[in-house]
């Protein structure tokens, strides 16, 4: 009699950065790829650079915990600059200049320092005032409306929870800090606002809002005055999660329920709802070809599902303590390497090493061995996890 098949061992991650002493509440990648930023619940920011694992800069962004972080890139993709914005529960909204070996912003971790972050911060481009009670992180998106001849960056819109009014939704410019939108609020009975999503669809500024009350909510900005297209309560318990489709066509929101909800954008409304069986469904990303997509569960595990067939793929687990964020790395080819390129200069001298030939070398020709590994690691298809333990999960997936 044949002997089954051993089952595979459960999937391991590819290493683990440990360098907070309190959890990881936002986390992204930038700079195609060759930086990642990660935030806790101390406001201490760690930009690591992906292909070393090690810090580029440690620094204390906020008085609080840490509420979500965004890259507000250039308009000309061959700069070398970047932006970064944090939100944390201290009111504040703040952009910083990305910062390079050459600002001298620290790099000595919370694990070495006792917890202690001193020292410079990267550049302060702007700060803006906002309500941080909701826990709410804010919405991004560039603004389209406007003509950026002479300018280095396109002007950002930031969608905040209402300073007068939690269940309401006032919308910010960026570096200005004018309001140019207030109280956007639901008809219904909702609660706080608990989830921001802020986006373009199809020429229109849309506004997507996850509440307290479990609701959700789409407004649309048309002939100067915001309309409530949608809404709908999916879920039992308050919102937690909202991630879009880059193609604006559907977007996904979790709760402190156990449901994975999708909704349709342009023909508002449901469109699948499944019972993960799992309670407390707090991060959720979305990866960029829009095929798959990942949830952090406060039962230490994360999970990663198919978009199409909304069903789950695997389940990925490390920490023994519950996850809170979760995030996916650009997918990139190898046209995109040369866009890499011009990041290199913060990570590594480029001038120099050893030259070799690689698999970008119709595109790209010779790179230094050090310009070979930092292709290699920034190709991948990373996931990164942030959880209480103040420890992130990288993981190579599909």
């Not at 930023?37 to 962004?61: E, K, M, Q, S």
């Not at 997509?293 to 039962?299: L, N, R, T």
Request: proline share 5%.
């Amino acid at each position: 009699m044949s002997q089954p098949k051993p089952l595979p061992p459960p999937p391991q991650p590819a290493y683990i950065l440990r360098g907070h002493t309190s959890p990881i509440h936002a986390l992204a990648f930038l700079r195609h790829n060759t930086l990642l930023l990660t935030a806790d619940a101390n406001g201490i920011c760690v930009l690591w650079t992906l292909h070393t694992r090690r810090p580029l800069a440690v620094w204390a962004a906020h008085k609080s915990s840490v509420l979500a972080v965004a890259e507000w890139r250039p308009i000309d993709p061959a700069s070398t600059e970047s932006r970064i914005i944090t939100h944390g529960r201290d009111h504040k909204i703040y952009v910083w200049r990305l910062p390079s070996p050459a600002d001298d912003v620290p790099t000595v971790l919370p694990v070495d320092s006792g917890g202690e972050v001193t020292g410079k911060s990267p550049w302060l481009v702007a700060a803006l005032s906002v309500n941080a009670l909701n826990f709410c992180g804010f919405g991004f998106c560039l603004d389209d409306d406007q003509n950026v001849e002479g300018k280095e960056y396109q002007d950002a819109l930031v969608a905040v929870p209402a300073a007068l009014e939690s269940a309401a939704v006032d919308i910010f410019s960026l570096p200005s800090t004018h309001r140019v939108h207030a109280r956007i609020q639901s008809q219904s009975t909702t609660g706080m606002a608990m989830a921001l999503s802020l986006r373009w669809v199809k020429g229109v500024l849309t506004l997507i809002a996850g509440y307290e009350s479990g609701h959700v909510s789409i407004f649309s900005y048309r002939s100067g005055t915001w309309t409530e297209v949608h809404s709908s309560k999916p879920h039992t318990q308050p919102v937690l999660g909202l991630a879009a489709a880059p193609g604006n066509e559907w977007f996904l929101t979790t709760s402190a329920d156990s449901l994975i909800v999708r909704h349709s954008l342009g023909q508002e409304g449901m469109d699948l709802v499944r019972d993960t069986k799992h309670a407390g469904l707090q991060g959720l990303a979305v990866r960029g070809d829009a095929k798959i997509f990942a949830m952090a569960g406060w039962d230490g595990k994360y999970r990663v599902w198919s978009a199409g067939k909304m069903k789950e793929l695997a389940v990925l687990k490390w920490h023994r303590v519950g996850c809170y964020a979760v995030a996916f790395a650009e997918i990139l080819d190898a046209v995109a390497g040369s866009e890499i390129s011009q990041t290199e200069a913060l990570v590594t001298n480029g001038d120099a090493g050893e030259v070799v030939r690689s698999g970008y070398e119709g595109a790209l020709g010779a790179l230094t061995v050090e310009q070979a590994r930092i292709r290699r690691e920034t190709s991948k298809h990373w996931l990164a996890g942030g959880a209480k333990d103040g420890k992130v999960s990288l993981w190579e997936i599909y």
